[in-house]
């Protein structure tokens, strides 16, 4: 239930902020292009799918510049999950990089313990970041490799291994690091993901 009117809200957030950045009269266009869409004439729905295409890029552009603003992340924290939210449901793989940049953004700030990481230790919805990159796959795959190899912050580091066990299980993650690092040269980033590795491997 709690899901469902989380879905509810988010959609509706879509709504209101596709109205604000888009115009009333793009969204007229919009809904111009969806009844030419049923046309009989194919290069009228050719000529509305290409605008269709367009007219949610530009959305998913913009609902990535309300992620990556650090207002919005410091005042509207539950816009900015909102939004993480909906990039994740539309599989928006030009999203991947932002999400990734923030991928421990979380509800509430996270506290790092020297406990072994758990992998249910706590729910997707929580972990918005990391829900949206489960949602757009494979394409995200090796972003969160590349920040493994840039970070030591434990919990960007657990948030990137959720999304690899998630979308890879364990073992299957594990052989992707050992791959990266057999094919990274570069000895700091080696080390990171040595260091990411080892955490993997202590998953209870």
Known sequence: M????ELVLALLGLCVIAALSIGAGQAQGQ????K???????????????????????????????????ENQQTRRESVRATMFILGEMRATQAVSVLVQYIAFADEPTVVTAAPY???????EQMPAVQALVKI??????????KLATTYHVTEQKCCIRVL????????????????????????????????????????
Do not use: F
């Not at 709690?2 to 009117?5: E, I, W």
């Not at 809904?31 to 969806?34: F, P, Q, R, Y």
């Not at 004439?41 to 603003?69: H, M, N």
């Not at 758990?118 to 997707?124: A, D, K, Y």
């Open 36 to 70: 030419r869409l049923l046309s009989n004439e194919p290069t009228t729905r050719l000529q509305a799918q290409q605008e269709l295409l367009a007219a949610r890029t530009d959305l998913i552009s913009q609902l990535i510049g309300i992620v990556d603003s650090e």
């Open 118 to 124: 758990r992998l249910g230790s706590r729910p997707l």
């Open 165 to 204: 066990i998630e979308l890879r299980e364990r073992d299957a993650a594990s052989a992707m690091l050992v791959d990266a690092i057999a094919e990274e040269a570069d000895l700091k980033k080696r080390e990171r993901l040595h260091s990411s590795l080892d955490m993997l491997l202590r998953i209870e």
């Open 2 to 5: 709690l899901l469902r009117v």
């Open 137 to 146: 796959g494979e394409p995200c795959l090796k972003a969160v490799i590349n």
């Open 31 to 34: 809904e111009s292009a969806l």
